[in-house]
């Protein structure tokens, strides 16, 4: 099962299984000279971390993490990158591999189960193994990691629907995310949203989301055409998120009940000597390089597979079954996918930083002097 690595200059590298002894991760291609705190990398994770409402897994999973090389410690605990590999280590301890020993022969729908049975001819029944989503702390501790190479970025993850309901843009504050259980910038969708998602819980059903997620400040001239479009490189780091079914960047699948007015992100010069785009219905990102403005990127997660309500299965002898998952799940894990998002999104960012070094030496003046007659 091997393809555990994304990224080019920073590349992330991960390993584990939910139920093993543990989960960890490879940086390579951090600069050096990279100051950070190990609470900073906590503090992201710990923004991922179950059992911190009633509405995520009441698995308890402190997700404590180690540094275990490419730092220098310092003092009052800061470490700074050697730019030899940065690796983490999250040592997984509630494992109940008994919640999962049913469900050894037949396949739970939505998972992972059958695909990397007829695959591979085995799989790791507890949890999922390879194909849980535990994997994605990993990538949070990374993302936390390449935010630090991105200085004047910031990147933030917003759920902006969960099921039917959907934020009103117009009351859009980011500074609501902290202060409701789903990371929405909408006081009044997320009291409905609290409402809704206790009848589904209760009910041990489940329900989708849709996660954006926008970086300001990222500077223009990242991304390279054809095959190392930025854009396409998100897409493809927001689709390998467990659960993930749709990815789109600016106006997304909406664009194309457009006209080429509507859609037009018309420019005109500003005072400071550099262009202001009218609108960014592009995502920040054109002909795969950045603009300069606000990238922003959406993906949909589809509902959580694991319900109490009995499905239809087969067992793998090929017998029909019938196959009701227990263990202890999310019922909306749009939620959690949140900040794995944001760390997506900062990684990608991060490797595309390091790789405009090696494209553009110099970048050219703009604007430039027009010709003489
Ligand atoms: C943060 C996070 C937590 C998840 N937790 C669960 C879970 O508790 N139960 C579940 O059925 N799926 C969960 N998933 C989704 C599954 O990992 C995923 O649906 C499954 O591995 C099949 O892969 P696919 O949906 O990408 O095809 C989670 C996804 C994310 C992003």
Redesign the pocket.
């Known amino acids: 099962m091997s393809f555990n690595s994304f990224g080019q200059s920073f590349r992330v590298t991960t390993f584990g299984e939910s139920h093993g002894p543990a989960i960890g991760g490879v940086v390579d291609g951090c600069p050096p000279g990279i100051a950070f705190r190990l609470e900073e990398i906590q503090a992201a994770l710990d923004r991922?971390r179950p059992g911190q409402s009633r509405f995520t897994?009441q698995r308890r999973e402190p997700d404590e993490v180690k540094v275990l090389s490419g730092v220098l410690p310092g003092e009052d605990g800061l470490l700074t990158t050697t730019g030899t590999p940065v690796a983490f280590l999250i040592e997984n301890v509630d494992q109940r591999s008994k919640d999962y020993s049913a469900i050894s022969e037949s396949y739970r729908p939505?998972?992972?189960d059958y695909a990397y049975d007829v695959k591979y001819g085995l799989r790791d029944h507890r949890g999922?193994g390879r194909?849980?989503?535990r994997e994605?702390a990993v990538r949070v501790a990374a993302g936390a990691l390449a935010m630090k190479v991105l200085p004047g970025v910031t990147v933030r993850g917003a759920l902006v629907q969960m099921g039917d309901i959907h934020i009103d843009r117009a009351s859009w504050n980011w500074d609501e995310i902290g202060n409701n259980p789903f990371f929405c910038p909408d006081a009044q969708a997320a009291a409905r949203m609290a409402d809704y998602l206790d009848g589904i819980r209760k009910s041990g059903s489940s329900v989708g989301a849709v996660i954006e997620v926008v970086a300001d400040g990222v500077p223009p001239g990242l991304g390279a055409p054809i095959y190392g479009k930025l854009d396409a490189d998100l897409a493809a780091a927001f689709m390998s998120?467990?659960?993930?079914k749709g990815v789109e960047i600016g106006e997304g699948f909406a664009s194309a009940a457009l006209t080429g007015e509507d859609n037009a992100d018309e420019m005109r010069m500003g005072n400071d000597g550099k262009p202001i785009f009218l609108a960014n219905h592009a995502g920040g990102i054109l002909g795969g390089i950045s603009t300069g403005q606000p990238v922003v990127a959406r993906f949909a997660?589809?509902p959580?597979?694991?319900i109490l309500t009995p499905r239809k299965t087969v067992t793998r002898y090929g017998e029909d079954a019938e196959i009701l998952?227990k263990g202890r799940?999310?019922p909306c894990?749009g939620i959690?996918?949140v900040p794995?998002g944001e760390a997506m999104m900062a990684c990608v960012l991060a490797d595309h930083v390091l790789r405009a070094r090696a494209q553009v030496a110099v970048p050219p003046a703009w604007p430039f002097a027009r010709p003489e007659a």
């Open positions: 991922r897994t939505g998972h992972a999922g194909s849980s989503a994605t998120i467990n659960a993930v997660v589809k959580t597979s694991s998952t799940h999310d894990v959690r996918a794995v």
